[in-house]
Antibody, heavy 118, light 107 residues
Framework: QVQLQQWGPGLLKPSETLSLTCSVYGGSLSGYYWTWIRQSPGKTLEWIGEINHGGSTIYNPSLKSRVTMSVDTSKNQFSLNLNSVTAADTAVYFC????????????WGQGSLVTVSS | DIQMTQSPSSVSASVGDRVTITCRASQPITNWLVWYQQRPGEAPKVLIYAASSLESGVPARFSGSGSGTEFTLTISSLQPEDFATYYCQQATSFPKTFGQGTKLEIK
């Protein structure tokens, strides 16, 4: 059974860099794409971007200037960096596995609440 | 960006009721439409992909239909565990965008 487990700091100050990592257990990075999605308190879901096992990325244009995603196939992990955070970046961040060709996410991490506050 | 609009924003229903949620896209998305269910404090869970394909393990009371710009999610007979928020997402072009959600509450 595939499981995604994510972790990272929960509290950041404005202008710092948000860094989250998602480990994949019970499956390979190969053959799928890997997505980050966030949800601001009480709001809808926002697609941040996705990366494949080869490291090719697609980012949301609204965040593209601040986002970097990477994969570490040796550790079966992928990561999200979002720099210059503000209070507007306060959200629950989810990692998820995407089905290539079917275009949906079938396994999700547990979510990480990241709060940006001075 | 493609805008996804769900209706209603919230609905109250009883166990056993039939409920339909609509999702409209601001431009045609063929059938690249996904429905997710999210319970409070949990990650979303996929129900339907490609507009009408039922994800493995999802009860058959869930069904999806539509193509182009208008899509529906139907729950044929509500069960207690179905009270949650439902989101549609288009996957035809980047950025992949979600609807604002439909909260299904117990009447």
């Amino acid at each position: 059974q595939v499981q995604l487990q994510q972790w990272g700091p929960g509290l950041l100050k404005p202008s710092e860099t948000l860094s989250l990592t998602c480990s994949v257990y019970g499956g390979s990075l190969s053959g799928y794409y890997w997505t980050w999605i966030r949800q601001s308190p009480g709001k809808t879901l926002e697609w941040i971007g996705e990366i494949n096992h080869g490291g090719s990325t697609i980012y949301n244009p609204s965040l593209k200037s601040r986002v970097t995603m990477s994969v570490d196939t040796s550790k079966n992990q992928f990561s999200l960096n979002l720099n210059s955070v503000t209070a507007a970046d306060t959200a629950v961040y989810f990692c998820a596995r995407g089905r290539i060709g079917l275009r949906y996410s079938d396994h999700w991490g547990q979510g990480s609440l990241v709060t940006v506050s001075s | 960006d493609i805008q996804m609009t769900q209706s209603p924003s919230s609905v109250s229903a009883s166990v056993g009721d039939r409920v339909t949620i609509t999702c409209r896209a601001s431009q045609p998305i063929t059938n690249w439409l996904v429905w997710y269910q999210q319970r409070p404090g949990e990650a979303p869970k996929v129900l339907i992909y490609a507009a009408s394909s039922l994800e493995s393990g999802v009860p058959a009371r869930f069904s999806g239909s539509g193509s182009g710009t208008e899509f529906t999610l139907t729950i044929s007979s509500l069960q207690p565990e179905d009270f949650a928020t439902y989101y549609c997402q288009q996957a035809t072009s980047f950025p992949k965008t979600f609807g604002q959600g439909t909260k299904l509450e117990i009447k």
